[in-house]
């Protein structure tokens, strides 16, 4: 994925082209949000993309991030952190926004 941000200019996200990503166990989820999506930038959570339509092996690892307007603390807010994540990271960050993690590092 290529992000791309300078001073004065858009951001964008450029998403990459499956055949380009060495994806493993994550392929059948990436298909499936690919589909959910169509043309858009993503899909509409709990419309479109529905967590309990993916393998329930495959939950815990999944993050879920909202993008906030702009002027909000933290900009993007986890919808839903895996518990595969509090596992190996140590703490929670569903309904926190960056700003809200444990570490600066996670953020900064």
Not at 38 to 50: D, E, I, Q, V, Y
Not at 58 to 79: A, E, F, H, K, M
Request: with cysteine; charged share 15%.
């Amino acid at each position: 994925m290529t992000v791309s941000h300078s001073p004065g200019a858009a951001r964008f996200l450029e998403i990459p082209d499956i055949a380009e990503i060495a994806l493993g166990a994550a392929q059948d989820v990436f298909y499936y949000w690919t589909r959910a999506r169509g043309a858009a930038f993503a899909p509409a959570c709990n419309l479109a993309f529905k967590l309990t339509d993916l393998p329930s092996a495959d939950i815990p690892g999944i993050t879920i991030v909202y993008v906030l307007p702009l002027g909000n603390p933290g900009l993007y807010r986890y919808r839903y952190w895996g518990t595969g994540h509090t596992s190996q990271k140590g703490y929670e960050m569903t309904g926190k926004t960056l700003t809200d993690a444990p570490s600066p590092a996670i953020w900064e």
